[in-house]
């Protein structure tokens, strides 16, 4: 009787932890590499000029990734007036270099977001500054097909006014 009783509890505590291992590796973030999707290929690798001012921020969250720990701000994220620590106010004119973009989707939320990873150069810090950087919208509810669009970057004259379909991980 002891037998079957010790055998019964090894098998529900590897049964409960075999559950607790596959939980854990649903809900693990995912991320893509993105880079050779349009419309990110456009500025992967390529010199881009700031069209406005543009702030580089210390990242009040987590850092998507942890060689890029400032976020730059051009006002479509926490804003231009978010009171966060700023690192460096970029002028009109600067070169940005983006270095890959990448999708992220969230362990609990689900939700994805696009980011750019770059470098900026503060002439008047005299450093350089590794950045995240938030682009995109991805519209999934009410859509038989998602899709992402792109609001006006601090590079450009206009927003894009594509839709584009782009897998998620």
């Known amino acids: 009787m002891k037998k079957i009783i010790l055998g019964c509890s090894i098998l529900l505590i590897?049964?409960?932890s075999l559950i607790c291992l596959i939980?854990?590796?649903?809900?693990?973030?995912?991320y893509r590499n993105s880079s050779k999707d349009k419309p990110f290929s456009a500025v992967i690798n390529k010199k881009l000029i700031t069209k406005r001012l543009i702030l580089i921020i210390k990242n009040p969250d987590i850092p998507a990734s942890e060689k890029y720990t400032y976020h730059l701000e051009d006002g479509n994220g926490?804003?231009?007036?978010?009171?966060?620590?700023?690192?460096?106010?970029?002028?009109?004119?600067?070169?940005?270099m983006i270095d890959k973009a990448e999708?992220?989707?969230?362990?609990?939320?689900?939700?994805t977001s696009s980011y750019l990873f770059g470098t900026i150069y503060s002439k008047k810090n005299q450093k350089e500054y590794a950045f995240e950087y938030s682009w995109g919208d991805y519209h999934i509810l009410y859509e038989d097909?998602?899709?992402w669009t792109f609001k006006l970057a601090f590079w450009q004259n206009k927003a894009l006014t594509e839709k584009y379909f782009i897998k998620v991980p």
């Open 145 to 147: 097909e998602p899709y």
């Open 78 to 96: 926490y804003g231009m007036d978010s009171g966060l620590e700023i690192a460096a106010k970029i002028p009109i004119g600067t070169e940005v």
């Open 14 to 16: 590897l049964g409960f």
């Open 23 to 30: 939980f854990y590796t649903l809900t693990l973030p995912k």
């Open 103 to 111: 999708l992220h989707t969230g362990r609990v939320s689900g939700t």
